[in-house]
């Protein structure tokens, strides 16, 4: 590969042009990634010259007052497609349990994670890990990463929850027998308060080596070459907050954060559209400086999570998210999870439409929109395979 790259760059050099002027091409950190790996990494970076891949949380599980329904999905509800990319979350491997923390059971997710990569689309994989120190949720501050890392009273623990997942992502195989790419966001909205290992709770020396310990460990320990590592915080101020944490190129191929639009249950018109006037703001403040970064480092950027809950502004796909999208390119957003009623928070807890729901007509149009992509127009692109 490398002697057809000779000619471009001798004929660069002699037109006097810099080097740093020739776009590089996309390589995988990991050295013995798969060729579907590879392929889809290469493809995901050139399809975000023709839109974003939308995507969705738990998207083929459940959906509003349904569950478990074979071939649904909210959003084929709607407009009669699918997500091109598909969100999956793996924490209860680790306590041996046979459900996510969301209650979907792991063989079905593993059915599920099949049929997208059979049918074309993405999946990545997120996990709301249990604390190792005291067994208490995700949720649980208590501090923890010294304890994991290498010489820490829990690494041996930490590393078996690591081959508990390494056995799981193991098994995803398509119908071709080859192992299916996953998008693998671990440790995610790192700024964040909120997580274990996330802002205050854990150094910026402590996160970087757990990441790099954790990819190391998959990768050369267990042997897991289908893997796409994605770096993710959650909404940030400045270059510097986003970077900080950075565990570095060689162990990472993704860039990538979380961001969500807020209002009170009870909010008026006027602070909705004031909400979602806010949010824009940010979200374009953000995705200018994801985009600057990953260009940087040459990676590939992303919105791994948004959304409003409930989606109180019926023109919120095309006026807010679209309008920002629009500006910088990147290859996926990802809404959350469509759970329906809850009960802990008594309200209905969604971010993605269904049918009926206020913002459907405007999600025709976002969908209808040449910059978005779903998944039947991303399986004409043969991702997985060597395009030119």
Same mark, same amino acid.
Not at 325 to 331: E, R
């Given at each position: ?22 776009? /590089? ?23 975000? /010259? ?32 699918? @997500? ?24 079905? =997710? ?18 709301? =890990?249990?604390?190792?120190? $005291? ?5 649980? $501050? ?38 299916? @790419?996953?998008?693998?966001? @671990? ?16 150094? %910026? !020396? ?32 400045? !270059?510097? +907050? ?11 191929? =993704? =860039? ?14 006027? !602070? ?23 260009? %940087? ?11 409003? +809950? ?16 629009? !500006?910088? @390119? ?41 910059? $978005?992509?779903? %998944? ?8 997985? /395979?060597?395009? %030119?």
């Amino acid at each position: 590969m490398t002697k057809l790259y000779l000619l471009p760059s001798l004929l660069f050099f002699l037109l006097g042009i810099p080097h740093f002027c020739i776009a /590089q091409q996309k390589v995988l950190s990991d050295k013995k990634a798969t060729v579907e790996a590879q392929n889809l990494y290469r493809n995901m970076d050139r399809l975000m /010259q023709k839109g974003v891949m939308f995507g969705h949380q738990d998207d083929l599980a459940y959906g509003v007052n349904w569950k478990y329904e074979t071939g649904r999905s909210d959003i084929k509800d709607v407009v009669n497609d699918y @997500p091109a990319v598909f969100g999956w979350d793996i924490a209860g491997l680790e306590s041996d349990s046979d459900k996510n923390i969301d209650g979907v059971p792991f063989s079905k =997710m593993k059915a599920y994670i099949k049929w997208v990569y059979d049918n074309g689309g993405v999946n990545t994989i997120s996990w709301h =890990m249990l604390n190792p120190l $005291t067994n208490g949720s995700a949720w649980d $501050t208590t501090r923890t990463v010294s304890a994991i890392l290498p010489g820490g009273s829990q690494h041996a623990l930490y590393r078996s929850w690591l081959d508990k997942s390494a056995v799981f992502l193991d098994q995803l195989k398509g119908s071709d027998g080859k192992s299916i @790419p996953i998008l693998f966001r @671990p440790f995610h909205e790192l700024n964040g308060f909120w997580f274990w290992w996330g802002g205050r709770h854990a150094t %910026k !020396q402590e996160y970087i080596r757990l990441w790099q310990f954790t990819v190391a460990y998959l990768r050369d320990e267990k042997k897991l070459h289908h893997l796409i590592y994605v770096y993710n915080t959650n909404s940030f101020a400045t !270059q510097e +907050e986003f970077m900080e944490k950075y565990p570095g190129d060689e162990f990472t191929d =993704m =860039m990538s954060f979380d961001s969500y639009c807020f209002a009170a249950s009870n909010a008026s018109e006027e !602070q909705i559209k004031q909400a979602s006037a806010k949010f824009n703001k940010s979200l374009k403040h953000n995705l200018r400086i994801l985009y600057t970064e990953a260009k %940087k480092h040459n990676k590939i950027p992303a919105l791994a999570e948004t959304g409003f +809950e409930g989606i109180p502004d019926k023109l919120w796909w095309t006026g807010t998210l679209l309008d920002a999208l629009k !500006q910088y @390119p990147i290859s996926y957003v990802l809404l959350w999870r469509n759970h329906g009623w809850q009960k802990s928070t008594q309200r209905d807890h969604y971010y993605a439409p269904y049918k009926g729901q206020i913002s459907a007509a405007d999600f025709k149009i976002f969908y209808r929109d040449k910059a $978005t992509l779903f %998944k039947n127009e991303i399986a004409k692109e043969s991702i997985y /395979q060597l395009t %030119k």
